[in-house]
C-alpha cells in the first residue's frame, strides 16, 4: 500500500510526487497466528492436557486480535479487532460451552456486520444482490435443516441469520470480496459443517479434516482485507489532506 505526498517548491508550485510506502505493522504476528493455527490442526486433544489444548485453539485468532490491534486507526481499525477478539473468546468458551461460545461467535458477527455495514457499496452488481440474498434465506434454512436433535435447531438458526447477515455485508461491502467476502464465506462453510457433523454428516471423517481450516483461513483472510484495506484508506484520506 503506498501514498503520494507533493513536494512544493519555494514558490509554491508541486515539482514532484514522492511515493511512501505503508505497510502493515508487525507481520511477524501474521506469520505466527499462520503457524499456530496450522499446527493446532494436527495435534490430537487427547495427546496434551485439555487446558494448553485450549489455549492452543485460541492462539491463532489471539495472534491475530493483536496484530489488528497494533495496526488500528480510528474506530473501524477497533471494529475489527473486537471481531477477532470475540473470535478468540468463542474459540476458548466452545470447549467449555456451547451456547456460551456461540454467543461470542454470535457478537462477533454483528460487530463484523456493523464495520462492513459502515462501508457498504454504493452500486453493487446483480451478482453481488444475488449472492448476497442466497446467503440470507440459504445460510439460516440450511442451518435449521441439518441437526438431527430438533431442540436445538431454532438456536442454531438464530445464530446462523447473524452468520448470514455478517457474510451478506461483507459481500456487499467496499473490502475486497476475494479476501474479506471469501473469508466470510470460508466462516460460512465452516460453521455449516459442524452443524452438519450433528446431522447427516455425523461420523464423517469431512467436517473433521475442512472445519478448522476452513475457519482459520476465513479468519485469516478477513483480518488481512480489513486491516490493510482500511490502512489503504487511512493512506487516500491523508494524501487527500496534504494536498
Keep these: 500500500m503506498t501514498k ?6 519555494r514558490w509554491g508550485h508541486h515539482i514532484v510526487m514522492t511515493r511512501i510506502s505503508t505497510k ?11 503457524l499456530a493455527g496450522l499446527s493446532f490442526w494436527f495435534v490430537d486433544q487427547h ?30 481499525g477497533w471494529l475489527i479487532t473486537a471481531v477477532l477478539a470475540l473470535g478468540t ?14 454467543i461470542s461467535f454470535l457478537a ?18 446483480p451478482s453481488q444482490i444475488g449472492l448476497s440474498v442466497v446467503l440470507l434465506i440459504g445460510v439460516p434454512l440450511i442451518a435449521f435443516l441439518l441437526p438431527a436433535d430438533r431442540t436445538a435447531a431454532p ?5 446462523a441469520t447473524a452468520l448470514a447477515i455478517m457474510a451478506a455485508s461483507a459481500w456487499l461491502s467496499r473490502f475486497p470480496r476475494y479476501r474479506v467476502g471469501l473469508g466470510a464465506i470460508f466462516f460460512v462453510a465452516s460453521d455449516l459443517l459442524i452443524f452438519a457433523k450433528m446431522g447427516p454428516l455425523s461420523g464423517s471423517p469431512i467436517p473433521i479434516f ?14 488481512w ?12 484520506e491523508d494524501l487527500h489532506h496534504r494536498l
Design 225 to 236: 482485507g480489513a486491516v490493510t484495506t482500511l490502512l489503504r484508506w487511512k493512506d487516500d
Design 47 to 76: 495427546t496434551i492436557a485439555r487446558l494448553p489444548w485450549i489455549a492452543w485453539k485460541g492462539a491463532a485468532v489471539a495472534l491475530l486480535t493483536i496484530w489488528a490491534a497494533l495496526n488500528a486507526h480510528g474506530r473501524d
Design 89 to 102: 473468546l468463542g474459540d476458548v468458551v466452545l470447549e467449555l460451552s456451547d451456547v456460551g461460545g456461540g
Design 108 to 125: 462477533g458477527h454483528v460487530t463484523a456486520a456493523i464495520l462492513y455495514l459502515l462501508h457498504r457499496r454504493t452500486k453493487p452488481t
Design 4 to 9: 503520494h505526498v507533493a513536494d512544493i517548491d
Design 24 to 34: 502493515p505493522r508487525a507481520t511477524w504476528l501474521l506469520i505466527l497466528a499462520i
Design 210 to 223: 475442512l472445519i478448522w481450516p476452513l475457519y482459520l483461513g476465513g479468519q485469516l483472510l478477513i483480518a
Design 155 to 159: 438456536g442454531i438458526a438464530v445464530y
